[in-house]
């Protein structure tokens, strides 16, 4: 890969979200402005680049970070903070990369990232308001049906985390009268993800890993044995890279960019609510998603902040009103909330792949790459940071078997994705809106 293959992106503060403005974001990594040597240089400082490097960090590698933007500038630090348990794909996923003969072993996978994330919070001491429990909500009996027809298909798996719920029990822990029903999950839970992403990142250079931020890469290639990952004032001189930038890495490698469509999703946090308030809303203080195509999520912060959640942006696109584009859904869940002020509203990229697949494989020899984990981020990241750290340490079982599942490219590529995407991202809409 060549400097023609790649083209510079610029750095950017964090954006005006809840998330930067209650975590501590003073902790300032140097922008690269010479050249380093390392064993290992990642690319992206998000979960999937600080799992990884967290992960070879205890094995003992050297290894070196290096972030257009900040830690955590990303996804990690923009999304709505829900660690479920699960795999981006699901068990269709899981058949095709490890075989059905396999499937013992499909519930480690299905708990394996969000156990990383207990552990890591424990081991590191890394304060971002974790909370257990998470609620799937039904709008409809078919939607009810699907819960329960998905929680007989985890059971024959050997997973029995998912409890059925009636309305009844829907509605002491959501203070909302519009699901018929839904399933509990007391292991999944939920997070201040900015504040994960950045306790990582302290645990990580506290093993002696090296983050740069500020630090776009302008090209990736190889001289001889050496991958060369050139910054726009500095150079890593690594035995092996790995390409994490997810939903923002963009056109940075061009033969990615076909692989992967940016789609934003929209969230905003209402002002703290009172003790009476936080009662007729989630008693529970769960996270709650719904069952719809085009899902809404919210859950409690740990100042009493309603955060919610929803809607989708192909190619990154955001709305004009953010707040706009919520507050209706968030009303007709809690009407009670009805005029509530919201203090910060802002919008986060996820890379999803045409068949909602995780891809992983390598460019080239030793230039590795990790992306497309949709709406499972939280806990895949991690399960794959795991897998990617031991693939650079010549482990590569799991890595091969996951390498080997194919992938397609979008309808219309690159050029007709959006419209295509537009196309079913309204018809699925309609079907919602409908209720079937």
Same mark, same amino acid.
């Given at each position: 890969?060549?400097?023609?293959?790649?083209t510079v992106q610029q750095p950017h503060?964090?954006?005006?979200?809840?998330?930067?403005?209650?975590?501590?974001? &003073?902790?300032? +990594?140097?922008?690269?402005? %010479?050249? /380093?040597?390392?064993?290992?240089?990642?690319?992206?400082?998000?979960?999937?680049?600080?799992?990884?490097?967290?992960?070879?960090?205890?094995?003992?590698?050297?290894?070196?970070?290096? *972030? $257009? &933007?900040?830690?955590?500038?990303?996804? !990690?630090?923009?999304?709505?903070? +829900?660690?479920?348990?699960?795999?981006?794909?699901?068990?269709?996923?899981?058949?095709?990369?490890?075989?059905?003969?396999?499937?013992?072993?499909?519930?480690?996978?299905?708990?394996?990232?969000?156990?990383?994330?207990?552990?890591?919070? =424990?081991?590191?001491?890394?304060?971002? %308001?974790?909370?257990?429990?998470?609620?799937?909500?039904?709008?409809?009996?078919?939607?009810?049906?699907?819960?329960?027809?998905?929680?007989?298909?985890?059971?024959?798996?050997?997973?029995?985390?998912?409890?059925?719920?009636?309305?009844?029990e829907v509605q002491k822990k959501v203070?909302?009268?519009?699901?018929?029903?839904?399933?509990?999950?007391?292991?999944?839970?939920?997070?201040?993800?900015?504040?994960? !992403?950045?306790?990582?990142?302290?645990?990580?250079?506290?093993?002696?890993?090296?983050?740069?931020?500020?630090?776009?890469?302008?090209?990736?290639?190889?001289?001889?044995?050496?991958?060369?990952?050139?910054? @726009?004032?500095?150079?890593?001189?690594?035995?092996? $890279?790995?390409?994490?930038?997810?939903?923002?890495?963009?056109? #940075?490698?061009?033969?990615?960019?076909?692989?992967?469509?940016?789609?934003?999703?929209?969230?905003?946090? #209402?002002?703290?609510?009172?003790?009476?308030?936080?009662?007729?809303?989630?008693?529970?203080? @769960?996270?709650?998603?719904?069952?719809?195509?085009?899902?809404?999520?919210?859950?409690? &912060?740990?100042?009493?902040?309603?955060?919610?959640?929803?809607?989708?942006?192909?190619?990154?696109? #955001?709305?004009?009103?953010? *707040?706009? =584009?919520?507050?209706?859904?968030?009303?007709? /869940?809690?009407?009670?909330?009805?005029?509530?002020?919201? %203090?910060? !509203?802002?919008?986060?990229?996820? !890379?999803? =792949?045409?068949?909602?697949? /995780?891809?992983?494989?390598?460019?080239?020899?030793?230039?590795?790459?990790?992306?497309?984990?949709?709406?499972?981020?939280v806990n895949n990241t991690h399960t794959?940071?795991?897998?990617? $750290?031991?693939?650079?340490?010549?482990?590569?079982?799991?890595?091969?078997?996951? $390498?080997?599942?194919?992938?397609?490219?979008?309808?219309?590529?690159?050029?007709?994705?959006?419209?295509?995407? /537009?196309?079913?991202?309204?018809?699925?809409?309609?079907?919602?809106?409908?209720?079937?």
């Amino acid at each position: 890969m060549g400097n023609s293959e790649l083209t510079v992106q610029q750095p950017h503060p964090y954006p005006d979200s809840y998330y930067a403005a209650s975590a501590d974001i &003073s902790n300032l +990594h140097p922008s690269l402005t %010479d050249s /380093v040597e390392t064993d290992i240089c990642i690319i992206g400082a998000g979960y999937t680049g600080l799992s990884t490097g967290l992960f070879l960090a205890e094995k003992g590698c050297k290894v070196v970070i290096v *972030e $257009a &933007s900040r830690v955590g500038w990303g996804g !990690a630090g923009r999304n709505g903070g +829900h660690l479920i348990n699960g795999f981006s794909g699901g068990m269709a996923y899981l058949e095709k990369a490890l075989g059905k003969d396999k499937s013992d072993s499909f519930a480690a996978y299905h708990f394996e990232g969000t156990e990383i994330v207990k552990d890591f919070v =424990t081991r590191y001491d890394i304060d971002c %308001d974790l909370k257990a429990g998470q609620i799937s909500a039904a709008y409809t009996n078919r939607q009810l049906k699907g819960l329960e027809s998905w929680s007989r298909m985890l059971e024959r798996y050997g997973i029995t985390s998912r409890a059925m719920l009636d309305k009844r029990e829907v509605q002491k822990k959501v203070g909302s009268n519009v699901y018929l029903g839904g399933s509990f999950d007391e292991t999944s839970g939920h997070l201040h993800p900015l504040k994960l !992403a950045l306790g990582e990142a302290i645990a990580f250079e506290s093993l002696g890993g090296k983050i740069f931020e500020q630090s776009p890469m302008t090209s990736i290639e190889r001289q001889g044995g050496t991958i060369m990952v050139r910054t @726009t004032n500095g150079l890593v001189r690594a035995k092996k $890279a790995l390409l994490c930038g997810e939903g923002y890495l963009g056109n #940075t490698v061009k033969p990615l960019a076909k692989r992967v469509m940016p789609a934003s999703t929209h969230v905003m946090a #209402t002002r703290p609510l009172d003790d009476g308030m936080l009662k007729q809303v989630l008693p529970a203080d @769960t996270s709650v998603s719904d069952c719809r195509n085009i899902m809404d999520y919210f859950r409690l &912060s740990a100042d009493k902040r309603l955060i919610f959640g929803g809607g989708v942006g192909y190619d990154g696109a #955001t709305p004009a009103d953010i *707040e706009a =584009t919520l507050r209706k859904n968030m009303e007709k /869940v809690f009407p009670q909330l009805k005029g509530i002020q919201v %203090d910060y !509203a802002w919008s986060g990229n996820m !890379a999803i =792949t045409s068949n909602r697949y /995780v891809q992983v494989g390598e460019l080239e020899p030793n230039v590795y790459f990790a992306h497309g984990f949709g709406g499972h981020g939280v806990n895949n990241t991690h399960t794959f940071g795991r897998i990617m $750290a031991d693939a650079l340490v010549e482990k590569l079982d799991e890595y091969n078997a996951f $390498a080997k599942v194919p992938w397609s490219s979008f309808p219309g590529g690159q050029q007709f994705r959006i419209p295509y995407s /537009v196309a079913g991202s309204w018809w699925y809409g309609l079907r919602d809106y409908l209720g079937i």
